[in-house]
């Protein structure tokens, strides 16, 4: 297993690694995905035996936080502590560090609760087919 730096090579992967993480509407188009390459947005995958793409998440410095702009393990990879391996990454960087999440996804909540985050704030309808989410900080 390792970590490595995506470049814009990686975007037709990161696309279909997103339609396999996230169902609801919420998977990054890859214009998205452009922009965050081009707004310096430090993209992340995590490479497990011969998979390139078992993994990935994305980090965004921003002037007084760090935002963790989406993180997501493909789902045959679910379950094997690569939630934790993406955690110890994050913790690295610089606090604040900020993320929003569904408020019904229970295992990321309980992923980020267990490395410190807490929830600092609530926003309704966030995500495209209308749910609500926690803001999620950790100082
Ligand atoms: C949330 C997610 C990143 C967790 O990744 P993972 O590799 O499966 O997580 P791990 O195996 O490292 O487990 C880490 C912790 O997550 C929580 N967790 C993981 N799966 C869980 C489940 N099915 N039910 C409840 N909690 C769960 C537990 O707290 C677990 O800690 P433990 O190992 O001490 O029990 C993964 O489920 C995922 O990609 N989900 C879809 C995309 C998503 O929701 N991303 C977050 C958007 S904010």
Redesign the pocket.
Known sequence: MAIFVCTKDDISDLVRLDKK??DRGEAFPRKLIENHFNSGTKIYRIEVGSFKFA?VFYMDRQVTETHVA????DPK??????????MKRILRWKRPIV????IT????I??YE?YGFVKYGYLKNHYPDGSDAHKMILL
């Open positions: 993480c996230f993994a989406s993180i997501g393990v990879f679910r379950g094997k502590g690569l939630g934790h391996v993406i993320l929003e999440v569904r996804n229970i295992p990321a309980g992923l267990k």
